[in-house]
């Protein structure tokens, strides 16, 4: 049972716009979310986090969004780069509990 | 640091047949968690130890697989029999704070397990 959802397998977006990778929740105790990235051949390696008590939170290019009353979460980033073709993973957990990951999405960045 | 080494990358096997993974998680982490990826469930978490421990093993799918953590530096994830719908890659990562504290895990490269 998916308690995370990442919808879309693949996004492509053209170098320099901006990438919206989405993700849902089905467990309203989750109260921190993370997105991690994958290159191919490589482990997933953190990117950016985010607690249930903030709406927003920025990291340079990366910015993730969370609308509790939706169980949604977004990671923006802006402007795309080349380097940001990966595979992206968006993790949530409760207090004293495991992560739960989505299934990812794919990202390509075209030049 | 080299961060979390697992062995081996690539292993393809025969149905039927016993496999062995193997990790070391960064010198000074107390957390090690082993992870399967899958196209239709993405990374599920299998067992986790905390101080060579095994704290949740609940994520591990049936008695065919086991986990083991003789000392701080090293695991072992071993299925036995291998079966084809076990072919997937396998994470291992270390943490130096439980999952309470929301730290992040730090991945090895995985290993893809090919079984035939």
């Known amino acids: 049972d998916q308690q995370v959802k990442q919808n879309s397998p693949s996004l492509s977006v053209q170098e320099g716009r901006i990438s919206i990778l989405n993700c849902d929740y089905t467990n309203s105790m989750f109260d921190y979310f993370l997105w991690y990235k994958k290159y191919p051949a490589e482990g997933p390696t953190f990117l950016i986090s985010?607690?249930?008590?903030?709406d927003k939170n920025e990291d340079g290019r990366f910015t993730v969004f969370l609308n509790k009353s939706a169980k949604h979460l977004s990671l923006h980033i802006v402007p795309s780069q080349p380097g940001d073709s990966a595979v992206y993973f968006c993790a949530a957990s409760a207090i004293g509990n495991q992560f739960y990951f989505g299934t990812g999405t794919s990202l390509t960045v075209i030049p | 640091d080299a961060g979390v080494i697992q062995s081996p990358r690539h292993e393809v096997t025969e149905m039927g047949q016993e496999v062995t993974l193997r990790c070391k998680p960064i010198s000074g982490h107390d957390y090690l968690f082993w992870y399967r990826q899958t196209m239709m469930r993405g990374l599920e978490l299998l067992i986790y130890f905390n101080n060579n421990v095994p704290i949740d093993d609940s994520g591990m799918p049936e008695d065919r697989f086991s986990a083991k953590m003789p000392n701080a530096s090293f695991s072992t994830l071993k299925i036995q029999p291998s079966e084809p719908r076990d072919s997937a890659v396998y994470f291992c990562?270390?943490?130096?704070?439980?999952?309470?504290?929301?730290?992040?895990?730090?991945f090895g490269p995985g290993t893809r397990l090919t079984v035939l």
């Open positions: 990562a270390s943490s130096s704070t439980g999952l309470a504290v929301y730290n992040e895990q730090f």
């Open positions: 985010i607690s249930s008590i903030k």
